[in-house]
């Protein structure tokens, strides 16, 4: 669409904005208790397989996932793919002890399930930002794509493997499977997509607050 490149800068704002949500929400999912999103659970397993913060093995992780993506499908990698790589990391651990100092390590259910609410409405409205940006997509995103351009396996079957892949690896590393998986998994399609039909896509054109 023509108007994207005349709005660059709102799509860069979309975009940071997306992304720092997104992270905010992985630090929630975590106080919560009650399940992460694949990537996630392979995050955490290899922070607590290796005694790291979650900062440090998201942006290690995420730098071999860069390669990967640079070498096979380079053209998928933007500005967002990097502020994605280097700023995530960070704001989903500062989320995780702001939000602790307030509700404890361990809240109670009604709050944990509250947190997990607020999870689903974060993901949608920070996934719905980031996508609509189209400035690059994060290196986890980037290794379904490549492989289903590649491969020509429909996108949901090579996302469903990618994202067992993430839990089984994480899991056996000790990190955290729940209901909340089962939440996104379902859920956050439908959500994101009535989000960016009706505001980003047209935040992203310009056409927000135009007829």
């Not at 005694?51 to 730098?63: E, K």
Request: contains cysteine.
């Amino acid at each position: 669409m023509g108007t994207k490149k005349n709005n660059l800068g709102v799509r860069i704002a979309m975009a940071v904005i997306g992304i720092a949500l997104t992270a905010a929400s992985v630090g929630l999912q975590k106080i919560s208790g009650l399940g992460v999103d694949p990537f996630s659970v392979i995050i955490f397993g290899f922070s607590n397989a290796f005694h790291a913060t979650y900062q440090t093995v998201y942006i290690v992780v995420c730098a071999v996932l860069l390669i990967i993506a640079f070498i096979f499908n380079r053209k998928l990698l933007g500005i967002a793919t990097v502020v994605n790589l280097f700023f995530s990391g960070f704001v989903t651990d500062a989320t995780r002890k702001a939000v602790v100092k307030m509700v404890g390590e361990h809240p109670s259910m009604a709050v944990r399930v509250i947190l997990l609410l607020i999870v689903v409405i974060l993901i949608s409205i920070s996934s719905a930002l980031y996508y609509s940006s189209e400035l690059g997509v994060s290196p986890y995103d980037a290794q379904a794509l490549t492989i289903t351009e590649k491969t020509k396996f429909p996108f949901r079957a090579v996302r469903i493997s990618t994202d067992v892949v993430c839990c089984a690896v994480g899991f056996a590393l000790g990190g955290d499977l729940g209901l909340a998986t089962l939440v996104y998994a379902f859920c956050m399609g439908p959500f994101i997509q009535f989000c960016r039909e009706h505001f980003t896509d047209k935040m992203a054109a310009g056409e927000m607050f135009h007829k």
